[in-house]
């Protein structure tokens, strides 16, 4: 390995709790060290405690690099998240965390601890997911949504999720997944979105019209209908 950054994670705290200052001193320099591209990091008797740390902070940092590489390929990478945890863990993102790109950061978040084995800091199965996905640490490259298009949203989406189920028993998830963004200069709001998605809206727009015009104030709504590569809906 030959970086000049990494991540440092918060679940090593607790694995270095036992250490003094002068040895977690010690360790951090051996994984910058290490981390520039020295494999040969030499510890004293003394030292074993920090050695230990060391090993296992390297093992997580070539788990992530692993991770990394995995999802950079992930347009030829076949990432199965099963339906059952998709739809809510994407909720979760989508309208707890208003993450606008929620499921390119759901396929982040799920390669990572599969790359672990769905194991924490300590090595513990991972139990929860959901509550694990609403302290991860967000990309910048994912955007965020307002507050007001979120719960406005969100009340399109209960609404569309018990009118599809009435009728044909589908899921709403689409309007997460075929949502791309949106701008809103004032004049137009502009939400990109996939064909079925703008075909939904549009044939439903005396259902969700008042949480529409509440969502987008003043503004006229307008769509740029596209299909994403990857993306469904």
């Known amino acids: ?66 991770c990394s590489d995995i999802f950079e390929s992930s347009l030829s990478y076949d990432i199965r998240i099963p339906d059952s945890e998709r739809a809510r863990l994407l909720e979760i993102l989508f309208f707890d965390r208003r993450v606008k790109n929620a499921v390119v950061e759901l396929e982040r978040f799920w390669c990572y601890y599969e790359a672990r084995g769905w194991r924490d800091g300590k090595g513990s199965p991972i139990l929860n997911k959901a509550a694990l996905l609403r302290n991860w640490i967000v990309g910048d490259d994912c955007g965020r949504l307002s507050k007001r298009f979120t719960i406005c949203y969100k009340k399109i989406y209960d609404e569309a999720k018990v009118m599809l189920q009435y009728r044909d028993g589908a899921d709403a998830l689409f309007l997460i997944t075929g949502f791309y963004g949106y701008h809103n200069d004032g004049c137009d709001f502009e939400m990109s979105v996939s064909p079925s998605l703008h075909n939904f809206i549009e044939n439903n727009i005396s259902v969700f019209g008042q949480t529409i015009r509440t969502m987008i104030g003043a503004a006229k709504l307008t769509y740029k209908v596209e299909r994403i590569k990857g993306a469904k809906g």
């Open 1 to 66: 390995m030959d970086k000049s950054t990494f991540v440092f994670q918060t679940s090593w705290l607790d694995g270095l709790s036992h250490l003094g200052n002068r040895q977690i001193g010690r360790l951090v320099r051996a994984v910058c060290r290490y981390v520039e591209g020295n494999k040969d990091e030499r510890f004293e008797e003394a030292d074993m405690a920090v050695e230990r740390a060391f090993r296992f902070i390297v093992k997580d940092i070539e788990d992530s690099l692993r």
